[in-house]
C-alpha cells in the first residue's frame, strides 16, 4: 500500500540536542510538508519541498531545517535553537499538477517531548 | 483576528444524533474547503473536499459552503461511537501549496 511513513513514533530530545525527524512516502508526490500540530492550535507549516533539491521556510521555520535529496524522503532536523520543541510533528505529501482538487496525505505523526 | 476560527470544543453527543461543525474564515480569496478527520495519536485524514459555494454529500456526510458569509460547515447524520475525533477544516487559496488549518473540534460520540 502507498503511503507516508513517519518514524520515530515517540521521540525524546535532551537540552542542546539535534534531533531529526523521518519521513518516507512512496507515494510518487512531488510535493513534501512538515506542520507542527499543538493543543488547540491548527497545523502550522515549518517547511515545504515541492521539488527535489529544494525548499521554502513556512510561517515558523525557526529553529527548525530540512534535506530533500531524493524526492521520496523530506527529514526534518529539530535543532538546539527550536526553544519549545515539544509537540506533535506531520508530515504530508501532495501530486504536483493534474487536477486542482489534489488533497494532501498525511503521515501518523512523531510526538516530540523534552527530557 | 485568526485567520481560521473553529470552536475547540470538546462537543459530546448521542449516538444518532445529528453533529454540525463549523468554521469561519477571514480571507476572501480561499477556493478550496477540506475537512479533515483525525484519530488520537493518527494523521489527519481526508473526509470532504469541496471547491467554492455549495453543498457535497457523501454518506453520512455533508460539507456546505457559504463564501458570502465566509462560513463552512461539516454535518455528520445518524453519527456513530467511531466518529469520536477531532475535526479539522483546512482551506487554501487557488495555489496548492498554501493549506490554513483551523484548530480542530473534539468531538465524542456516546452510545
Known amino acids: 500500500d502507498g503511503g507516508i511513513t513517519q518514524s520515530p513514533k515517540y521521540l525524546f530530545r535532551k537540552e542542546g540536542q539535534n534531533v531529526t525527524l523521518s519521513c518516507e512516502q512512496n507515494?510518487?508526490?512531488?510535493?513534501m510538508y512538515w506542520y507542527r500540530q499543538d493543543p488547540g492550535q491548527g497545523l502550522r507549516l515549518i517547511y515545504y519541498?515541492?521539488?527535489?533539491?529544494?525548499?521554502q521556510k513556512g510561517d515558523i521555520a525557526e529553529g527548525y531545517s530540512v534535506s530533500r535529496e531524493k524526492k521520496e524522503s523530506f527529514p526534518l532536523t529539530v535543532t538546539s535553537a527550536q526553544k519549545n520543541p515539544t509537540a506533535f510533528y506531520l508530515c504530508?505529501?501532495?501530486?504536483?499538477?493534474?487536477?486542482?482538487?489534489?488533497?494532501?496525505?498525511f503521515g501518523d505523526g512523531t510526538r516530540l517531548s523534552i527530557l | 483576528q485568526k485567520e481560521v476560527e473553529q470552536d475547540p470544543g470538546p462537543l459530546s453527543v448521542p449516538e444518532g444524533a445529528i453533529v454540525s461543525l463549523n468554521c469561519t474564515y477571514s480571507?476572501?480569496?480561499?477556493?478550496?474547503f477540506m475537512w479533515y478527520r483525525q484519530y488520537s495519536r493518527k494523521g489527519p485524514e481526508l473526509l470532504m473536499y469541496?471547491?467554492?459555494?455549495g453543498n457535497k454529500e457523501d454518506g453520512r456526510f455533508t460539507a456546505q459552503v457559504d463564501k458570502s458569509s465566509k462560513y463552512i460547515s461539516l454535518f455528520i447524520r445518524d453519527s456513530q461511537p467511531s466518529d469520536s475525533a477531532t475535526y479539522l477544516c483546512?482551506?487554501?487559496?487557488?495555489?496548492?501549496?498554501?493549506?490554513?488549518f483551523g484548530p480542530g473540534t473534539s468531538l465524542s460520540v456516546i452510545p
Open positions: 504530508a505529501s501532495l501530486r504536483v499538477g493534474g487536477l486542482p482538487n489534489q488533497p494532501q496525505h
Open positions: 507515494l510518487n508526490h512531488d510535493a
Open positions: 519541498s515541492q521539488i527535489v533539491n529544494d525548499f
Open positions: 480571507n476572501s480569496a480561499f477556493q478550496y
Open positions: 469541496t471547491y467554492s459555494s
Open positions: 483546512a482551506m487554501r487559496e487557488t495555489s496548492y501549496d498554501k493549506v490554513i
